[in-house]
């Protein structure tokens, strides 16, 4: 294969994020401490919410949310295919039951119309996802939980930043998990956090991120005590270092200027492909602000002369790199020996998927680097 000269993501790193890593690295204390709460307080005032947890991913973020709601055996959680395979793990490992239905054909976030068709007596939670940033309907999506009772938790994983109707994403539902994992919009290497109004809900997970530890009780009566702790509970091992704390305070100081970069970018892409009759582009509502962490096209395969994995290899044969979001869930191997869906269940994820491509898309992929990757894919639509 050629050489990758353009890669499908790079990360944003520079000498203030080295040195806030080095700080810490030199202050001695590495896990979680002051930087951690830091990072958690500019998160909250950022994302317009009361409380954040700062934890090891945003996968643990979701767990933790739906083990501090007790979810468990013979409950359903409503969520899609359309998203990477994290969404629906935690779920299952709470022991509930992960119900998908379809997306909408437009940006291939969740349909409220098929959320409403699948509650049932045993649902207790919706877990939309939004896609490459673009927010899910979530005026509909709070209405059909507050008539029905459901807690709703969103996978912000590509939302931080995200406005929707000029709310921040995480002040919107009952909580917002977000990832800082090294590909994402802002990193801290490995790294997530959870941001909700609710202080019981984070003070919960709170315990839970720390083996169901609380050290409270005893030192308020035992000044010397400070050895003392006890296991209130049977919690998990996801706590935030603050080496990587550190790193995403660093980095959340230039998110805006990420963002504005993205959007660059984006803009970029929809002028040089927006004649491509054998693309869609993009769907987005101006009435949110799309922090562009996924450029998302569609190959037309019904009418291009060049389907979708050809176009792939040979943008790659080019050396551009892309890649693809998302594998529906019930084409992977694990979900399909649950026994419960099968090819042709989800119509609207499965074609967005057979079409879908994930251009190049960072902070500093450069004007003409954009205007190669749109050449590239002029060319090979049109042999
Ligand atoms: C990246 C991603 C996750 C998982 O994030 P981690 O921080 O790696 O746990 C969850 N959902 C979606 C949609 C993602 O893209």
């Not at 203030?16 to 709460?37: C, F, H, N």
């Not at 933790?64 to 007790?70: S, T």
């Not at 922090?291 to 291009?304: A, Y």
């Not at 079409?355 to 992929?365: H, K, Q, R, T, V």
């Amino acid at each position: 294969m050629a050489e990758q000269r353009i890669p499908f993501v790079k990360v944003e790193l520079d000498d203030t994020d080295v040195a806030a890593v080095e700080g810490v690295l030199r202050s001695g204390w590495l896990t979680t401490a002051g930087q951690v709460k830091a990072l958690e307080d500019e998160l909250a005032a950022y994302t317009g919410t009361k409380f954040v947890n700062a934890v090891n991913s945003a996968t643990a973020a979701m767990h933790l949310a739906l083990a501090a709601w007790d979810l468990g055996p013979g409950e359903e959680v409503i969520t899609t295919p359309y998203t990477f395979t994290a969404t629906a793990n935690v779920v299952i490992h709470c022991g509930a039951t992960p119900v998908l239905v379809d997306v909408r054909e437009t940006d291939a976030n969740i349909d409220p119309e098929a959320i409403e068709r699948a509650i049932t007596p045993r649902t207790k939670v919706i877990l939309p996802v939004h896609i490459g940033g673009e927010p899910c309907d979530m005026d509909a999506i709070m209405d059909i939980a507050r008539r029905h009772r459901l807690k709703v938790l969103e996978d912000a994983a590509h939302a931080i930043g995200t406005l929707y109707r000029g709310r921040p994403i995480g002040s919107v539902s009952d909580a917002a998990a977000f990832s800082f994992y090294a590909n994402k919009t802002m990193t801290t290497g490995e790294g997530g956090a959870l941001a909700t109004d609710d202080e019981q809900l984070s003070a919960r997970v709170r315990r839970l991120t720390l083996h169901g530890m609380s050290r409270d009780a005893w030192n308020r009566y035992d000044a010397g005590g400070s050895w003392r702790y006890d296991i209130q509970e049977f919690g998990f091992k996801d706590n935030l270092t603050d080496i990587a704390a550190a790193l995403g305070r660093s980095q959340l100081t230039r998110l805006e200027s990420f963002i504005e970069q993205r959007t660059r970018v984006a803009q970029r892409y929809f002028v040089n492909l927006r004649d491509e009759e054998h693309l869609i582009l993009p769907a987005f509502n101006e009435e949110h602000r799309q922090p562009w962490h996924l450029f998302m096209i569609r190959v037309r395969n019904e009418t291009s002369p060049v389907q979708r994995d050809d176009v792939i290899r040979q943008l790659a044969e080019r050396g551009i790199g892309t890649s693809v979001h998302f594998i529906p869930l019930h084409y992977h191997t694990a979900y399909q020996k649950l026994g419960r869906w099968q090819q042709g269940d989800f119509p609207v994820a499965e074609r967005f998927f057979e079409g879908e491509i994930s251009l190049p898309m960072y902070p500093g992929l450069s004007d003409g680097e954009v205007d190669e990757v749109c050449a590239a894919l002029h060319e090979i639509l049109h042999p």
